[in-house]
């Protein structure tokens, strides 16, 4: 039986996650409502944002300057045509001193909204980074407080997709959409008050026009927002079917699964194009839509205007009534073009903000996952025996643990940890109406070896899980040296625990690296004497670096049986009281398992070990060997009781029954 917290499907009758009824898209695929994203996950996002308030004062600030500035330089052109060029068009000497006093002051205009420009970029960019770390930081922070069963029930590369796809959005929406948005915004205002201090009736006619042009743009914008959401979660299910596969390439192979596994593919891979096309597709037609509009504006303007300043008619301003001149209509236009490309613009932005608040409304489900709950109130601590023989706790490691009872009072007790473990009529179940185990009972003393032995499917690996407290029971009770387990803290629980499971997982990392994952702050010497111990010491000095060698993608350079080697070594140097080997010799050739078994057993010495067996040779010497059907205890006693009473034991060991 496999362990569920390596795998995202447990292939074991009753223990399949999609049979617990956990759905395998989880809260990830929800469609979210425009509502919750404006009002919920922006407000959220803006609070990561406001942890770098300095540097977004300063952006905000600089994008009011450029904005300032792009508005003055089109003022300033008007003024610039009827104060110091059209004069100089009538003298027959024209003095050229005001008019280059004119081209500096514009040019020094210009120069402001470059400096202001290059400094909302650059600390945007920064900004837009550190909140990116901050999120990302948070999320996995998160993940690893999250119970197996979210494990279960979510695709891994769905998750990934929340590191990589979702924040690349987010990225998008901090440096690039908000401060485009600031700035579309301040633009505007600025413009909208210089065109009123220029013409009313010009700005009138550019009203009724924007008018027109926001009601085809949120045609186009709410088609494209919607595609843009489904195109987010089509990328997660890409990417969960192409890390599924990358992991199961050998079992692809080896059933020559090629062409069903690109069918699968190439169905998941054109949902995603048919999404992103349509919301490219409408994204894209937006710019040009815009622009053209713009032009018709233009064009509209430029007649309209000449036609006031040749009539003569008055033009009313903020000013007054006045008569409609050059320079007016020259800064006019370049006004209503500053006016129509921020509206453009921000029309263009809604695209990626609705994009990048779905990936955003993604990330946020995951952190907002229920943390795995822990009431447990009793530590594990070093101890030592005073002069009284009484335990007592201390700071250093001295090979002897504790586990550590607060009470109400004050008052805190100590008890020896043994690893005396009891299993109390437990009953389990990964759905209320589907139980896995039915009243299991044992008692486990302290070194004793316990073997479990039975069907895929019986329960032998849910038992153990129990243990972990990776699930808690529905009824029942589990004491560990007498103490109920919920009382313990799971960090504490799970550190007196050595596991070592059927499927290997190894880091990124040198030997001593994978090795030492099973205790940080073990040395050197102390990790090669539990390579020593079973017997991993010969294999590693042969690889090209010896306990220094790298190794990549879960160790791929190595075979199962080696792998299998470090994970029991790793377990080995953790040194727990109670160990748990989950077919830890089911990947190693006949003649290694002979010499991984001599330091197994060295291994096991003066400890309460857990055994879940195929091979019925590897459990001969278990104190107690129990065997499961469908969740229950059917028989259990040593391997010459079990024998002697010839039940299914009897006959798994001399063949006439085999395990499925």
Not at 264 to 269: A, I, L, T, V
Not at 282 to 311: D, H, R
Not at 457 to 463: D, E, F, N
Request: include cysteine; hydrophobic fraction near 40%; charge should be neutral.
């Amino acid at each position: 039986m496999q362990n569920p917290s390596m795998k995202k499907h447990d292939p074991k009758a009753g223990e399949n996650p999609e049979e617990k009824g956990f759905p395998f898209q989880g809260k990830a695929q929800r469609k979210p409502s425009l509502k919750s994203i404006d009002t919920k996950v922006l407000k959220r996002l803006l609070g990561y944002i406001m942890h770098y308030r300095t540097l977004a004062v300063i952006v905000v600030c600089a994008i009011v300057l450029s904005s300032a500035t792009g508005v003055a330089s089109s003022l300033f052109l008007g003024r610039l045509i009827d104060d110091y060029i059209t004069p100089l068009l009538h003298e027959p000497s024209p003095e050229y001193s005001g008019l280059i006093r004119a081209l500096i002051v514009m040019a020094l205009i210009y120069l402001i909204g470059i400096v202001s420009s290059l400094t909302y970029n650059r600390l945007g960019a920064i900004m837009g980074q550190g909140v990116l770390k901050t999120i990302r930081d948070n999320l996995f922070s998160h993940m690893q407080t999250l119970p197996i069963r979210y494990f279960d029930a979510h695709p891994f590369g769905d998750i990934m997709s929340r590191y990589t796809n979702d924040t690349d959005t987010l990225r998008q929406l901090i440096t690039q959409s908000i401060p485009s948005m600031i700035q579309g915004v301040m633009t505007v205002v600025f413009v909208f008050v210089s065109m009123l201090y220029t013409s009313i009736y010009l700005t009138l006619a550019v009203m009724i026009f924007i008018w027109l042009m926001l009601q085809v743009t949120r045609k186009i914008t709410g088609k494209s927002g919607a595609y843009f959401m489904r195109q987010q979660k089509a990328l997660g299910d890409v990417n969960a079917y192409i890390e599924e596969t990358i992991n199961g390439q050998k079992v692809v192979k080896v059933f020559t699964h090629e062409e069903a596994a690109k069918a699968d593919f190439d169905r998941r891979n054109n949902n995603l194009f048919e999404v992103s096309s349509k919301a490219n597709i409408f994204a894209s037609i937006l710019g040009p839509v815009n622009n053209n509009m713009g032009y018709i504006l233009f064009s509209i303007l430029a007649i309209a205007g000449g036609a006031l300043a040749i009539t003569g008619a008055g033009n009313l301003s903020l000013r007054g009534i006045s008569p409609l001149t050059l320079g007016a209509i020259a800064s006019f236009l370049q006004l209503s073009r500053s006016f129509i490309n921020p509206i453009g613009q921000l029309s263009q932005q809604l695209n990626i903000i609705v994009m990048a608040l779905a990936g955003a409304g993604r990330i946020f489900e995951l952190m907002d996952e229920p943390s795995e709950p822990d009431e447990g109130y009793v530590t594990l601590v070093n101890a030592q025996t005073d002069a009284s023989g009484n335990l007592t706790e201390c700071a250093g490691h001295t090979g002897k643990w504790a586990w550590k009872h607060p009470h109400g009072t004050g008052e805190t007790t100590y008890t020896r940890l043994m690893g005396e473990v009891t299993l109390d009529h437990v009953d389990f179940g990964y759905l209320p109406d589907k139980p896995v185990l039915h009243d299991i009972t044992l008692y486990a003393k302290p070194g004793q070896k316990i073997a479990f032995v039975g069907a895929t499917g019986a329960g032998k690996t849910t038992i153990t899980n129990l243990l972990n407290r990776f699930y808690d029971i529905a009824d029942g009770k589990i004491r560990y040296d007498g103490i109920n387990i919920n009382k313990i803290r799971k960090p504490d629980l799970r550190r007196s625990l050595g596991i070592v499971l059927q499927d290997v997982n190894l880091f990124t990392g040198t030997v001593l690296d994978n090795i030492r994952y099973g205790k940080l702050d073990a040395t050197d010497e102390e990790c090669i004497e539990a390579a020593k111990l079973v017997n991993a010491d010969t294999f590693i000095r042969l690889l090209p670096e010896g306990y220094h060698t790298m190794l990549e993608s879960d160790g791929a350079n190595l075979s199962q049986g080696q792998r299998q080697l470090l994970s029991i070594a790793r377990a080995a140097v953790a040194d727990p009281p109670v160990m748990i080997l989950d077919e830890a010799t089911s990947s190693i050739d006949t003649r290694t398992e002979a010499l991984v078994q001599r330091g197994m057993d060295a291994l096991m010495k003066n400890r309460t070990v857990f055994v879940i067996a195929h091979r019925l040779s590897t459990v001969q010497n278990a104190d107690v060997i129990m065997v499961l059907d469908h969740g229950r205890i059917i028989e259990r006693g040593s391997h010459e009781q079990l024998i002697s009473q010839q039940g299914q034991y009897y006959q798994l060991y001399t063949g006439a029954f085999e395990l499925e």
